[in-house]
C-alpha cells in the first residue's frame, strides 16, 4: 500500500520469521553483521511481522511502536539505523522521520525469531516508502534489501525470501545476502514447541559475541558446520526429510556445545527442552520422521512432514499440556498489504 501525499506517504508489509535448520552465531564484522560462517533456514507462514511506515513531519526523529507501544531507545536506534541506510541508498537525507507501527505474531525476544520477520519487515516497508519518495532512483533488487535487512537482525537477511533459504559467508557485505534455494513446496513442516515465551536473559547478539571471544570449540564449529550446511543442501536437493533433519538436529548440538565450551559457560537449554528432545527421540523411535532444533532460547522446534504434523502436534500436545504449540508451514517472501487490509487488522 502507498498513499500518495508525500508528507504521510505510507507502506504497509507482512514479513515472516524463519528458523535456521544451519545457525548463524557470530559476527566477523559487527558494524556490517557479517556473520562467521553461512547459514540455513526454513520461511515459517504462521509466525509473522506486520508493519506500516509513515513519513511524520512533525516527529523530529523516527519512532518505533509494537503493539501500540512506544519502543525504548535501544530497539528504536536499530530501526533508525536501517532507515538511515535507506535515506542514504535512496539520496533523501532530508526525508521526514518516520512512524514505525508494527504487530509481532510471534512472541517477542522469546527465541522464536521475532527480530528476523521484523527487520525483514522493516526493509521491505522501506524500500518501497523510499522507492515511492523518489522513483527515479533505479529499483532496489530482493538480493541487496536482504542487505539492508542484515544490518538490523543477521537472521532477518534471510526472511527476505520465502522456503529454504541459505545467508552466504560472502567476501564481503554487497555479497553476504539471501540465496532463495527452494520454495519448500513438498512434504515439510515444522511444530514450534513454545516452552517459554519470556524474553530471553541473553539476547542473541551478546550470546553470539561472548561464544566467539570465549569458546575452546568455536574454530571447531564454524568447521563442522560448513560440513551439516553441505548435508542440508544434499537433503534439500533430494527433498529427503531425514537427511535434513540429521543434519540439522547435528548443528544444533554443535550450536549449544559452544556454549558449553564458552568462558564462563551458559546454555538456553532447560530440563523442559531436554524432555521434549527425548519426546522427539522416541517419536523417531517409532517410525516419524521428527527431528529438533533450538536457538537462543529453551524453546524446541520440530521438523517433520506436513503429512505427520497432526501426529506430531497431537502427541506433544498430550505429553507437554502447559505447552503452547505453533504449527507452520513453508512460509513465503515479504508482501505488501494494502490500506485496507491495514485497517481491518489494526482499525
Ligand atoms: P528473537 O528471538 O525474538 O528474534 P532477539 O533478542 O534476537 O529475539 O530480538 C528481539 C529484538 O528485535 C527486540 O528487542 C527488538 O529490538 C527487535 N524487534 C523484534 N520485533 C520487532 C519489530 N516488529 N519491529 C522492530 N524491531 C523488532
Ligand atoms: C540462534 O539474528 O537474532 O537464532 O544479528 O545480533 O541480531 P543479531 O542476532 P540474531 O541471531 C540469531 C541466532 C540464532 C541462529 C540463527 O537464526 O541463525
Known sequence: MVSQSLDTLSVATRAHTNIALIKYWGKRDDAL?????????????????????????????????????????????????????????????DASAVRVESHNHVPTAAGLASSSSGFAALAFAARALFEAARPDIPRMSDTELSTFARRGSGSATRSIFGGFVEWSYGTGSSDSVAVPLD??????????????????????????????????????????????LQEVLAGIKQRDIDVIGAAMEANCMKFHATMFAANPPFTYMTSKSMQVIEFVHALRDEGVSAYFTMDAGPNVKILCRRSDQAVVH????????????????????????????????YG
Open 33 to 93: 553483521y557479517l556473520p562467521t560462517s553461512t547459514s540455513l533456514s526454513l520461511t515459517l507462514d504462521s509466525l509473522y511481522t506486520d508493519m506500516r511506515l509513515t513519513f511524520d513531519s512533525r516527529l523530529s526523529a523516527d519512532e518505533l511502536h509494537l503493539a501500540g507501544e512506544k519502543q525504548d531507545e535501544a530497539s528504536t536506534a536499530k530501526v533508525a539505523l536501517v532507515l538511515s541506510l535507506f535515506r542514504e541508498r535512496y539520496n533523501c537525507p
Open 183 to 228: 520454495n519448500a513446496d513438498w512434504d515439510v513442516a515444522m511444530v514450534v514447541a513454545a516452552i517459554s515465551t519470556q524474553h530471553k536473559k541473553i539476547s542473541s547478539t551478546y550470546g553470539m559475541k561472548h561464544t566467539a571471544a570465549t569458546s575452546a570449540f568455536y574454530s571447531l564449529w564454524r568447521e563442522a558446520s560448513e560440513k551439516d
Open 314 to 345: 497431537e502427541r506433544l500436545a498430550a505429553a507437554f499440556p502447559d505447552i503452547t504449540l505453533f504449527d507452520a508451514t513453508p512460509g513465503s517472501a515479504p508482501e505488501l498489504l494494502s490500506e485496507q487490509q491495514w485497517s481491518e487488522l
